[in-house]
């Protein structure tokens, strides 16, 4: 069965420039997640849908992230304007639902290395 | 409040050496998950195991095993004759019931000399 597949798996990108990340949850997980992993801060949530619904965006930095999740199979994180700082691996995570007798259980993707330079 | 602690933060072992990943953990909640992840050299991160807080019994899979001990908010991994492959940063997570948010430790690089 297909995990959880994000794209690009590496992107290097210049300061000021908008960065879109990918991710196609598990079939059959409408609890998505998006998580940020860096040396100082280790794993972060950034924001967690449940049906396609932001239910927590606390974690996102700042407005220069936006995720949006339009339909089951798609999620996006964009950021805009980029900046060296956001340089990080960003992971798209599924679960079932997470009251469901399988839920609690994340699995996370392949994560997708971000160089801001 | 949640807190997971992994004091370990590297250790290196040589192959076919048995070693165990410490995970210590803090709640006030009676029902809560914890979970062990591996994030090998390439980067993703896997799921291993998930264990509900009703359930201590010890689980074994293969060369690996946890040790779950209430008594110690204790929920410790070990890899029996551990190969090359086992190389990773292993981390340690705490979820109590009802949320989502996941409480990772600092993780435990694990390094596995041929």
């Known amino acids: 069965d297909a995990g959880v597949i994000q794209s690009p798996r590496h992107e290097v990108t210049e300061m000021g420039q908008e960065v879109t990340l990918r991710c196609k949850p598990i079939?059959?997980?409408?609890?998505l997640f998006w998580y940020r992993q860096t040396m100082m801060r280790g794993l972060e949530l950034l924001i967690y849908?449940?049906?396609?619904?932001?239910?927590?965006d606390s974690g996102m930095p700042e407005d220069r992230f936006s995720a949006k999740m339009p339909n089951a199979s798609f999620s996006t994180l964009k950021i805009q304007p980029s900046e060296p700082r956001d340089s990080a691996v960003y992971f798209c995570?599924?679960?079932?639902?997470?009251?469901?007798?399988?839920?609690?259980?994340?699995?996370f993707g392949e994560g997708s290395w971000l160089t801001v330079v | 409040a949640q807190k997971v602690t992994q004091a370990q933060t590297e250790i290196s072992v040589v192959e076919k050496e048995d070693v165990t990943l410490d995970c210590v953990y803090e709640?006030?909640?009676?029902?809560?998950?914890l979970f062990w992840y591996k994030q090998p050299p390439s980067g993703e991160l896997v799921f291993l195991i998930r264990?509900?807080?009703?359930?201590?019994q010890n689980e074994i899979s293969g060369r690996y095993s946890w040790n779950f001990q209430k008594s110690t908010s204790s929920f410790n991994f070990t890899i029996t004759a551990s190969q090359v492959v086992d190389s990773a940063v292993y981390f340690c997570?705490?979820?109590?019931?009802?949320?989502?948010?996941?409480?990772f430790g600092t993780g435990t690089r694990l390094k596995v000399l041929a």
């Open positions: 079939s059959g997980h409408n609890s």
């Open positions: 264990r509900n807080s009703f359930d201590e």
């Open positions: 849908f449940n049906n396609n619904v932001p239910i927590d």
């Open positions: 709640t006030r909640d009676t029902t809560y998950y």
């Open positions: 997570a705490l979820s109590d019931s009802g949320t989502y948010k996941y409480i």
């Open positions: 995570a599924s679960s079932f639902p997470w009251t469901g007798p399988s839920g609690n259980t994340i699995y």
